[in-house]
């Protein structure tokens, strides 16, 4: 009798310690590869007061103002994503191969999937906001990178890294247009625009596995392209130069990592 009792309470030991494991406590294979959803939540700007909520974007019909209490309307905003990299704890990196997606905030499909992920748990990601040189110096490109697009500049002949257009009251312009089509990728002529994210998942990890699909959120701020532009005096920017450089530099943290769903 004893020996059934003792057996009886290291079977139900054994069956709670099984229950009481989580996602993160499973082995992880040492081979094959997984896919991963990444969503760019665009959104108009984080609320100083509670970060956990946004004002929602909304195009034509949504009034907004910047730093300079200009008001202006948003009618287009659109932006590259370029070489992701996720990151084990252990440095292990992954390089997406087919890392170059356009965000059009328009759509409301702002999701792109990596796949070939090898499994594991990764902590961190980055990547870039724009094109990088060699694709800008490279022809006959299709896809998100097909000139069709709205987002090569035939002046500099180069892709924009970011759009942004809509109308002020206070622009110059005919119909009083605003018009911010950043582009530049050299740094020998000090027109670099691009600029690279990087994202501490923190307490989350992204478990890649051969099986399901986890999502990484991300919420973008448009309202970090036009923050400190004066639309009275600045009210177009559309070649490479100082101006796009410096207007790069303010939407360089307009992304934000918000969680991750395994």
């Known amino acids: 009798m004893k020996k059934i009792i003792v057996g009886s309470m290291l079977l139900a030991f054994a069956t709670f310690i099984s229950a009481c494991k989580t996602a993160s406590d499973d082995p992880v294979p040492a ?23 946004y004002m929602p974007l909304i195009f034509t019909t949504e009034t ?3 730093n300079a209490g200009e008001e202006y309307t948003i009618t287009a ?28 905030a328009s759509s409301s499909d702002a999701v792109i999937t990596l796949s070939k992920v090898p499994v594991g748990n990764y902590t961190s990601m980055s990547y870039i906001i724009g094109i990088d040189s060699l694709q800008n110096e490279t022809t006959g490109q299709t896809g998100a990178l097909d000139r069709t697009n709205g987002m090569w500049d035939v002046t500099s002949e180069s892709y924009l890294s970011l759009l942004l257009e809509g109308t002020s009251p206070q622009s110059t312009e005919t119909g009083h247009a605003i018009k911010y089509h950043i582009g530049g990728y ?6 670099n625009t691009l600029r690279t994210v990087q994202h501490n998942f923190g307490e989350y990890v992204l478990q890649v596995r051969e099986i399901g699909t986890p999502q990484v959120h991300l919420a973008v701020q448009a309202a970090k392209v036009a923050k400190n532009i004066t639309f009275a005096t600045t009210p177009i920017i559309d070649s490479p130069g100082t101006a796009a ?5 303010s939407y360089a943290n307009m ?8």
């Open 77 to 104: 905003f659109k932006y590259y994503i370029s070489n992701i990299k996720l990151k084990k704890a252990d440095g292990t990196v992954h390089v997406d191969s087919n890392s170059y997606y356009l965000i059009d």
């Open 245 to 249: 450089v410096n207007i790069s530099a």
């Open 64 to 66: 907004y103002s910047n």
């Open 186 to 191: 050299k740094n020998s002529n000090h027109t």
């Open 31 to 53: 081979q094959g590869k997984g896919s991963v959803h990444i969503e760019f939540d665009n959104q108009f700007e984080q609320d100083p007061l509670d970060p956990e909520q």
């Open 255 to 262: 992304i934000i990592f918000e969680h991750i769903h395994n």
